[in-house]
C-alpha cells in the first residue's frame, strides 16, 4: 500500500512566498560581495576577507583548547560559517542548487518549515564536522545546509512512495561525488559538513512529514 502523500503545510506556512530564500540569499551574497569587493581594492581593505574567516568560520580548535576572539564564537561559528564562503565561484555553486531545488521544498513543507530544515542542517553539519576534523582548518560555506535540503528531499520521496532503492541510489550517487569532489579537491573538501547536513536534513524532513500527517488526522 503505498502511503499517503503529506497534506499541505498551514502551520509551517508565512506570507510572501520565497522570502526565507531571499533572505538567505541576501544575506549570503551580501557578505561574499562585500568581502569580494575588498579583496580587489574596490571597497575597505584586503585583510577583510581574513577578518572574516578569523570571526566567523567554523574552527574544530574553538571546541578543543583555543582561544575565542569573543566569547560566544564556540557556538556561533556553527551557524556564521554557512553565511561565508571561499570565494564567489564557491558562492554560486551553493546559491545554483539552493535555487534549483529550494523552491519545491518550500512549497511541500512551507516557510518555516524550510527555515528550520536550513538551520538544522547548518548545525548538523557543523557538529559532525568539528566532531570529526582532524586537522586546525576552518570550515566555510553552506553546503551543509544544501546537502541538508537534498537529504530532506530524499526522505520526503521516500515517505510519499515507500520505496528505499531511489532513496538509497541517491545517497550512494552523492557519496560516489564527494568522493570525486575530494579528490579533484586534492582533499580539501569538508566532507563531514556534507555528511551531518545530509544526515539532519533527513531527520527533520521526517519530523516534518510526521507533524503534517497529526496535523491532517486532526483536521
Not at 77 to 91: N, P, R, T
Not at 197 to 217: M, S, W
Request: glycine content about 12%.
Amino acid at each position: 500500500m503505498t502511503p499517503p502523500t503529506p497534506p499541505s503545510a498551514p502551520w509551517l506556512a508565512i506570507p510572501w512566498p520565497g522570502v526565507v530564500i531571499a533572505v538567505l540569499m541576501a544575506l549570503t551574497c551580501g557578505l561574499e560581495l562585500i568581502v569580494a569587493a575588498a579583496d580587489i581594492g574596490l571597497i575597505g581593505s584586503a585583510r577583510w576577507r581574513a577578518l572574516v574567516l578569523q570571526y566567523g568560520a567554523c574552527w574544530p580548535g574553538l571546541m578543543r583548547d583555543w582561544q575565542p576572539n569573543y566569547a560566544a564564537q564556540p557556538w556561533t561559528m556553527f551557524l556564521s560559517y554557512s553565511l561565508l564562503h571561499a570565494g564567489v565561484l564557491h558562492l554560486l555553486g551553493n546559491m545554483a542548487v539552493l535555487l534549483w531545488i529550494g523552491p519545491g521544498l518550500v512549497t511541500r513543507i512551507g516557510q518555516l518549515g524550510f527555515l528550520l530544515l536550513w538551520v538544522g542542517s547548518v548545525l548538523g553539519g557543523g557538529i559532525v564536522f568539528v566532531a570529526m576534523a582532524n586537522d586546525p582548518t576552518p570550515m566555510v560555506g553552506a553546503s551543509g545546509a544544501i546537502f541538508g535540503l537534498m537529504g530532506a528531499l530524499v526522505m520526503l520521496d521516500y515517505v510519499r512512495t515507500g520505496k528505499y532503492d531511489k532513496a538509497l541510489g541517491i545517497t550512494a550517487a552523492l557519496v560516489l561525488l564527494n568522493i570525486a569532489m575530494l579528490i579533484i579537491e586534492d582533499g580539501l573538501l569538508a566532507w563531514q559538513t556534507h555528511l551531518g547536513g545530509y544526515i539532519a536534513g533527513g531527520v527533520i524532513a521526517l519530523f516534518i512529514t510526521d507533524r503534517l500527517l497529526e496535523t491532517a488526522d486532526t483536521d
